[in-house]
């Protein structure tokens, strides 16, 4: 076994001491680039930020790091090459802008560890990766549903180049995110295999507190995840809070890796409108009042997806005994 591997091995559980146990992931981004007044009606969402305003992407990362962030996620997930040709790019300039996703968080990272200093606490920048599904822009990472001619190959050489690129961009790990189905998962095992660096998290979504939102197994997804000596976590994002406790439990059945989880607020989206709509949505406090549980049952990585904001970590850093010592 090489130096390599050994630092993918160790890099989470080390972190994971640093942190004092638990480490608190950021929150949602394009839901703070859009009260921040960016427009992300876009087949790009978040990513159109990376043209337009790399300033206000920059400025998010740093009010997550204020509000007690560990890690932040790079505003990658639904940037793809493939995405940016669409809009007329060539293939250096999108190869360009999805290296500037990671620039940008690195930057946020040096002007925090210039104010307060490195030894403050460690902190991670995971380069993001969406499904094949936030390509398409259809709300089908939340259906899974690929149609009947999806295969492997193609969704390896759909996701090839970019996780290459990110993975050479100075991340520390990438975030394969909203990860909804098996098929999906293997073909992000199988290109982490293939040579890549860094090592990676999965975290997989569910809308019914069982499986993953293609209706395949949950324990089949994570399985393929902790096979994968690359993967130094596995959970879920983008999942109502009142489904995680469950989830955690049943990945925790199949692996021993550490399990994140950075759910939603609890509202809906719609993919025919492009909107969230409130359901049984939680507030903050009550997506807060979860956390502790959270950990106590397994979790040790925590944070919020689409619809949180540097309030909700800010709330999760009080609520965790480690942080709020
Ligand atoms: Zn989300």
């Not at 972190?15 to 992931?25: C, D, H, T, Y």
Request: negative net charge.
């Amino acid at each position: 076994m090489g130096l390599s591997n050994g630092i993918v091995d160790t890099l989470m559980y080390d972190f994971l001491r640093k942190s004092g146990g638990v480490a608190v992931i950021d929150g949602g981004l394009a839901t703070e680039l859009e009260r921040h007044g960016a427009d992300l009606n876009d087949p790009l969402w978040s990513a159109k930020c990376l043209l337009t305003s790399g300033n206000l992407v920059r400025q998010v990362h740093l009010d997550y790091l204020e509000a007690g962030a560990d890690i932040i996620i790079t505003a990658s997930y639904q940037a793809t090459i493939q995405g940016f040709e669409a809009k007329g790019f060539s293939k250096e300039e999108s190869e360009a802008l999805l290296k500037k996703s990671v620039d940008i968080a690195l930057e946020a990272r040096d002007i925090y560890y210039e104010k307060y200093g490195e030894s403050c606490r460690p902190i991670l920048v995971a380069a993001s990766v969406g499904s094949y599904g936030a390509y398409l822009a259809d709300g089908s990472e939340y259906s899974g549903d690929y149609g009947n001619a999806m295969n492997l190959e193609f969704l390896k050489s759909f996701h090839r180049r970019r996780v290459q690129i990110l993975a050479e961009s100075g991340a520390d790990l990438i975030a394969f995110e909203t990860v909804p189905n098996k098929l999906e998962a293997q073909a992000f095992v199988e290109i982490l295999e293939e040579g890549i660096k860094i090592p990676a998290w999965f975290s997989f979504n569910s809308k019914d507190g069982v499986n993953v939102v293609s209706g395949d197994s949950l324990s089949e997804c994570a399985k393929i995840a902790d096979a994968c000596k690359k993967v130094v976590a596995v959970g879920i994002n983008c999942t109502p809070p009142r489904f995680i406790s469950g989830l955690i439990l049943a990945i925790k059945k199949v692996t021993s890796k550490p399990i994140l989880i950075y759910p939603n607020s609890g509202e809906t989206y719609d993919a025919e409108i492009k909107q969230w709509v409130k359901n049984t949505g939680v507030a903050d406090g009550d997506f807060v009042s979860y956390v502790n549980k959270w950990c106590e049952i397994g979790a040790s990585l925590i944070g919020g997806c689409c619809r949180t904001t540097p309030n909700t970590i800010k709330a999760i850093c009080r609520t965790l005994p480690s942080r709020s010592a």
